[in-house]
């Protein structure tokens, strides 16, 4: 019964046999030659090729070799004309002993592909052996009053022909005392016995001398002779009787010498000398028998070691001889025991030491394996380690293919040691092992891969040429020149490029200035590609650091010069300010002397109002010079200067008190600027209010200046304040949320009323610019594109131009397209350009 470890090997090895079926075609046999032994080397045996259905021109294109167990070459190919040949010259004797019929194994073997045939090679006996005798004289000695009809045995002789070409008879010199009779034994050989016909008497002669002769049937026979000299002895009439006429034992082969084999007992019922019995071995050449007898116990032991596959079997003829000269014989049938003495053997055939990675199943090795034990002993399994990607199909009579389990790849493992063990089934088990080395191919199945899939750097503006940004960096599992990674842009504009990239290094460096002011973020495609072609890519988006290099700016949108003198609190000049940097760079500060009356207010984002601080005196001073200073808070600060020299003046009203001029409405309400600009962020609360350039009349009394009114509109009214001293300010009130998108200006007329009769009125248009600021989304025309592309197609055909809106303004309003998420295999077939939304087939 089998163990549960030799069940699962065989498991493990034998998963299918479906090869044999492309190996062997169903139902076929062996082909079978025949020819007599001797025959001289090179001699023509058979057309080998014919007779299995191939073509001559096959075998040499398919690596024909003829293989023989135990790989001694007793044939060879003729591949170019496809003749199987002898070798040498064939012994049947030596090549298969006793063994009738003689029939020697062998297998054509096709390499590629792998195919067996089986053929038979029978060698039949010609008559080149004579009978011999090993002993070249007998000696009988028999009694004188010997019975006639007694038989007498006669030892044999021995020819290493088979069949009508060994022994057939024997025959005995003319004589009238004897003739030879010839018997068959059971194991087909022939053996004389010698039979009394005349009785003798020693008085007449004492001693006769015949020739026994052996013959064969061959043509021509053969024959051998030895001599039989008979001593006639005195009366001795009971002859050695053993217990058993025939023996049976077993011995292991690898039993020690001097082992007890059997012992053999005889007894004679003669006295005295006439009784004493000896042992000998009857039958047998002492130098190559490997057992010996004690003449006296008569144990027979071991004298030479056993071997199972040698020798299976011994047939021992014991004598027994009484003092007398009388003698009796048995038969000892000894049978060698098989052991596992024999190491199985592996002739590995063909050898594949290197095979490419992702193949299909691949032989790797074709291989025979043999053991000459026999039974359990001889029987055996192959195996290779669990864990190797390979399998065992055992494919014709003892030979094995190594073939890969699924495709190898090299990236995973370069290298497989296989150990291959053929163990027998014998007790103790024996095993012998190959190991193999099994070198896996490198292919270019590896795109380059980029340690990051996305890069983000940062790059002050205005940093030197050739300063360094980022390195990229990409990685390729293949080996060689498939591994080798080379760099490049990824579909850019040369022209407008501010960076190159070293196509060894992965270094990014800049290549033309920076400025923050003109670019905030730049986004690069890298593609990695290597020595088959194979690419990777990567994305980079590059952002410009501003730095403080702009100096803030101040624009003037009202200013009122000259001013009246005692009046308190007047707006002197409204005016903006504004940095093109960013962040701490763009906040700015704004300050005046602080020796001066006036003061400075701010209002909206960005916006001041300059106002005098109380009631000036024109007469203390006439004339000031105003200097506004606006600085950033950036590193270096940096700052603008804006300077204003303002006018005092006299109010009219005192000259009419001193001419008593009685005033009439005479002077209509007059702007000093036709148009007041002003600008509002989209996004300022409603009840924001925004002073307004005050008109001036020159009237007085109710005839000067009373009121101010704002063409209707749905966002704004207009506030009067009015500054206690006569004077009226108007303020601009916003009732609702601007919004850029659907009112970017507007345009509002505002009207100066005095309180005349009849009134008259001076007008300003108020432009109002909304600011915009980043509150709308991009969205596309269409939420979903349809497209259709041949699998023909050229690369960097286009495949859809998709278009996007942003209902913002300036940079707001600019719109990038880029995918928002994509697998590998898309960024691998499809390209987006960023500008214009262009989706292409990507260039590969």
């Known amino acids: 019964m089998e163990t549960a470890p030799a069940k699962t090997l065989q498991k493990r090895q034998v998963i299918f046999l479906a090869i044999l079926l492309l190996l062997w075609e169903p139902g076929s046999e062996a082909v079978r030659y025949s020819m007599p032994e001797e025959t001289e080397s090179g001699s023509f045996v058979a057309t080998l090729a014919k007779d299995l259905g191939l073509r001559v021109g096959e075998l040499a294109t398919r690596g024909a070799r003829i293989h023989y167990k135990g790989n001694k070459q007793l044939l060879q190919l003729d591949v170019t004309t496809g003749n199987l040949l002898l070798y040498e010259k064939l012994d049947r004797e030596v090549l298969c002993g006793a063994t009738d019929p003689c029939i020697l194994h062998f297998q054509l073997l096709l390499e590629n592909p792998v195919q067996f045939f089986q053929a038979d090679l029978q060698l039949t006996d010609i008559n080149d052996h004579s009978p011999e005798f090993l002993e070249r004289e007998m000696l009988l000695k028999i009694p004188e009053n010997v019975q ?39 194991d087909g050989r022939k053996y004389p016995e010698l039979v009394l016909d005349k009785p003798l008497d020693r008085e007449e002669g004492p001693e006769l001398s015949l020739t026994l002769t052996a013959l064969d049937s061959g043509a021509p026979p053969r024959s051998g002779t030895t001599a039989v000299r008979i001593e006639v002895v005195d009366i001795n009439d009971n002859a050695p009787e053993f217990l058993q006429s025939v023996y049976e034992v077993q011995i292991p082969e690898n039993s020690p010498l001097n082992s007890l084999v059997v012992a053999v007992s005889a007894r004679d019922l003669d006295a005295g000398t006439n009784g004493n019995v000896a042992y000998a071995l009857f039958q047998g050449d002492e130098a ?111 030979f094995y293919t190594l073939v890969t389990e699924r495709p190898l790849d090299r990236e995973s493992r370069a290298e497989y040691n296989v150990t291959i063990t053929v163990t027998d089934m014998g007790t103790p088990r024996l095993k012998t092992q190959h190991n193999i080395t099994i070198v896996v191919l490198d292919i270019n199945d590896n795109a380059p891969e980029f340690a990051q899939e996305f890069y983000e750097a940062q790059v002050p503006e205005n940093s030197s040429l050739g300063s360094l940004v980022l390195t990229v960096s990409a990685r390729d599992l293949d080996a060689g020149s498939f591994g080798e990674v080379s760099y490049a842009l990824f579909q850019v504009d040369d022209v407008n490029q501010p960076f190159e990239l070293n196509a060894n290094t992965g270094e990014i460096r800049l290549r033309k200035t920076l400025d923050f002011e003109e ?53 002197v000049a409204v005016f903006s300010v504004s940095d093109a940097d960013s962040g701490h760079n763009q906040q700015v500060t704004c300050s005046i002397d602080d020796n001066l009356p006036f003061l400075l207010r701010p209002s909206v984002e960005n916006f001041y109002t300059l106002v005098t601080e109380g009631a000036l005196d024109r007469e203390s001073r006439a004339e000031y010079n105003i200097t506004i200073t606006v600085t950033d808070m950036g590193t270096p600060r940096l700052k603008t200067e804006h300077n204003i020299t303002l006018l005092l003046e006299k109010p009219l009203q005192i000259f009419r008190a001193e001419l008593w001029v009685r005033d009439i409405n005479d002077h209509s309400s007059v702007f000093l600027d ?25 009237d007085v009394g109710t005839n000067n200046l009373r009121n101010y009114t704002i063409s209707p509109n749905a966002y704004f009214h207009i506030h009067v304040h009015d500054s206690g001293e006569g004077i009226i300010y108007p303020e601009l ?63 960097v055909s286009l495949v859809v131009t998709m278009s996007a809106r942003d209902l913002d303004t300036g940079s707001n309003g600019e719109i990038v397209y880029a995918f928002f998420y994509a697998t590998e295999r898309i960024l691998k077939t499809f390209q987006i350009n960023p500008t214009s939304g262009n989706l292409h087939l990507k260039l590969n």
């Open 148 to 186: 006639t009809g007694t038989v007498f045995p006669l030892k044999i002789a021995q020819d290493f022909d088979i069949g009508s070409n060994t022994i057939q008879n024997y025959t005995i010199s003319p004589n009238s005392h004897f003739h030879v009779v010839t018997h068959n034994r059971g």
């Open 288 to 398: 190559t028998q490997p057992f010996v007898i004690d003449e006296i116990t008569g144990e027979i032991r071991l004298k030479r070691a056993l071997d199972f596959e040698a020798t299976r079997y011994y047939n021992v003829e014991i004598a027994a001889t009484d003092g007398g000269g009388l003698s009796g014989k048995c038969t000892v049938v000894i049978k060698v025991v098989d052991v596992n003495d024999n190491v199985p053997e592996l002739t590995m055939s063909t050898l594949t030491s290197s095979t490419p990675e992702n193949s299909p199943e691949t032989v790797v090795a074709v291989f025979s394996v043999s053991d000459p034990d026999s039974g359990d002993n001889g029987r055996m399994v192959c195996s290779i380690q669990n864990d190797l990607p390979f399998l065992l199909k055992p494919t014709f009579k003892n």
């Open 519 to 571: 670019f905030q973020s730049y986004q690069v495609d890298v593609e990695a590609t290597d020595g088959g072609g194979l690419s990777g890519k990567c994305s980079l988006v590059i952002k410009v650091l501003d730095v403080n290099d702009n100096a803030p700016e101040l624009t003037m949108s009202s200013l009122t010069n000259p001013i009246p003198e005692n009046l308190p609190e007047i707006i």
């Open 674 to 698: 036709r148009e007041i600009p002003l600008k509002i962020l989209e996004v300022t609360t409603p009840g924001a209010a925004f002073l307004l350039e005050s008109a001036q009349d020159s």
């Open 733 to 795: 009130v916003l009732d609702r949320l601007l919004d850029q998108e659907e009112v970017p200006e507007l345009s509002l007329l505002l009207t100066a009323l005095d309180g005349g009769s009849p009134p008259s009125s001076g007008t300003a248009l108020v432009c109002i610019l909304v600011l915009d600021i980043n509150d709308n989304a991009p969205e596309f025309v269409q939420s979903l594109y349809k497209v259709q592309v041949t699998e023909d197609s050229l690369v």
